[in-house]
Nanobody, 122 residues
């Protein structure tokens, strides 16, 4: 069971940190990921981190602004988002991968949170 929090309304150039809290499963055995979906668009990969946090990957277009991290002791994964732009407006989803290695496709994930809305105002 995954639940995201930390979304909201922010001005251009601002920052947000999203949190995903996991419960009821073997959190530390799975890679985790963040995806986002804007209205009328497909869900897209944002970032992924392997099971112990030693390796991570951020989408090329977001590299340098977004950072993923995890705390296995707290069963939590984070997405730090800086220099936010209007095109970052979307619902952001946390997901648990089937495997313990970085995963970039939605088909590689079998558990999803309900999502949290991020809106960046001009």
């Amino acid at each position: 069971h995954l639940v995201e929090s930390g979304g909201g309304l922010v001005q251009v150039g601002g920052s947000l940190r999203l949190t995903c809290a996991a419960s009821g499963g073997s959190f530390s055995r799975h890679a985790m990921g963040w995806f986002r979906q804007a209205p009328g668009k497909e869900r897209e990969f944002v970032a992924s981190i392997n099971w112990y946090g030693g390796s991570s990957l951020v989408a090329d277009s977001l590299e340098g602004r977004f950072t993923i991290s995890r705390d296995n002791g707290r069963n939590t994964v984070y997405l730090q988002m800086n220099s936010l732009q209007p095109e970052d407006t979307a619902v952001y989803y946390c997901a648990a991968a089937v495997a313990d290695t970085i995963a970039t496709k939605t088909s590689m994930y079998d558990s999803w949170g309900p999502g949290t809305q991020v809106t960046v105002s001009p």
